[in-house]
């Protein structure tokens, strides 16, 4: 059973910075992709970085990019979003989620979320 665990939320003034970690287990994650999303209230649930576990590759919305950095520990087995200059339109829940590199490229395990607040 794959299980996806976030942590690090918290609230933080505007400028400041946040590590949340996502801690991933119940499986080998070679050939496989683990990704932040991010859900404000009253919005949609929204894609923020992935990374490619094997390769260590990256994709950002552009929304953060230059803001985030996403980056993955295989010996732990977690999945960092380092997130700097935070801007009160960051505030959201963020989950990490995880799909494999082969079609249909569905996010199908999901962790139960972790709230970040940005005070302005």
């Known amino acids: 059973q794959v299980h996806m665990v976030e942590s690090g939320g918290g609230l933080v003034q505007a400028g400041g910075s946040l590590r949340l970690s996502c801690a991933a287990s119940?499986?080998?994650?070679?050939?496989?992709?683990v990704a932040w999303f991010r859900q404000a209230p009253g919005k949609e649930r929204g894609f923020v970085a992935s990374?490619?576990?094997?390769?260590?590759?990256?994709v950002y919305a552009d929304s953060v990019k230059g803001r985030f950095t996403i980056s993955r520990d295989r010996v732990k087995n977690t999945v960092y979003l380092q997130m700097n200059s935070l801007k009160p339109e960051d505030t959201a829940v963020y989950y990490c989620?995880?799909?494999?590199?082969?079609?249909?490229?569905?996010?199908?395990?999901w962790g139960q979320g972790t709230q970040v607040t940005v005070s302005s």
């Open positions: 989620a995880t799909r494999s590199v082969r079609p249909p490229y569905k996010y199908d395990y």
């Open positions: 119940g499986r080998s994650f070679n050939n496989y992709v």
């Open positions: 990374i490619s576990w094997s390769s260590g590759s990256t």
